[in-house]
């Protein structure tokens, strides 16, 4: 049997490709905002720069005159900005996503299980039901309203 030339100079190239890749390594975290399409990725993105303690893009997408109600009570943005800060977020998962469009605003709702601590506290990891406004602006999508209700007592 004989083996032609160009038989083993493919197969010396393809296994060559196993050893390394040709594309550099992914970083873990990316922030991906432009590309997000709907209000689910919104969310999503918005609790990735919580987990990763990034401020300074979630300000970014965080409206002036936002305004949120959680079970402390009202918060305005600096509020709540200062409030997401005592968070270690070690992870997070969504379920009942609904999102709802109209115009240039998405409303979002969903479940939401927290892992980490918040104040040095363990998070309960029950689902807490959330409620999004997002809208369109000239700088990008912004959270222009937000609600969080605690997990009913058992």
């Known amino acids: ?3 032609r030339p160009a038989l083993v100079v493919l ?3 393809s296994f060559s490709l196993t050893a390394c890749t040709l594309w550099p390594e992914q970083r873990a975290y990316t922030s991906n905002w432009e590309q997000s399409t709907g209000g689910e990725a919104l969310e999503r ?3 990735k720069e919580v987990k990763a303690k990034n401020w300074t893009e979630l300000e970014r997408h965080i409206a002036a005159n936002f305004t949120a109600i959680n079970p402390n009570g009202m918060n305005d943005r600096a ?3 200062e409030r997401l800060k005592t968070f270690e977020v070690e992870d997070y998962s969504f379920g009942d996503v609904d999102t709802q469009m109209n115009g240039d605003t998405f ?5 939401l299980v927290l892992r980490g601590t918040r104040g040095g506290e ?7 039901r959330m409620m ?7 700088t990008g999508w912004v959270i222009i ?3 969080s209700i605690d997990p009913p007592k058992k």
């Open 11 to 13: 197969l010396g190239f």
């Open 1 to 3: 049997m004989r083996i």
């Open 132 to 138: 999004s406004v997002w809208q369109q602006q000239k």
């Open 122 to 128: 363990p998070l309960s990891g029950e689902p807490r």
């Open 145 to 147: 309203a937000h609600t």
């Open 45 to 47: 993105n918005f609790w």
């Open 79 to 81: 509020g709540t900005l």
């Open 107 to 111: 409303v979002v709702t969903y479940t």
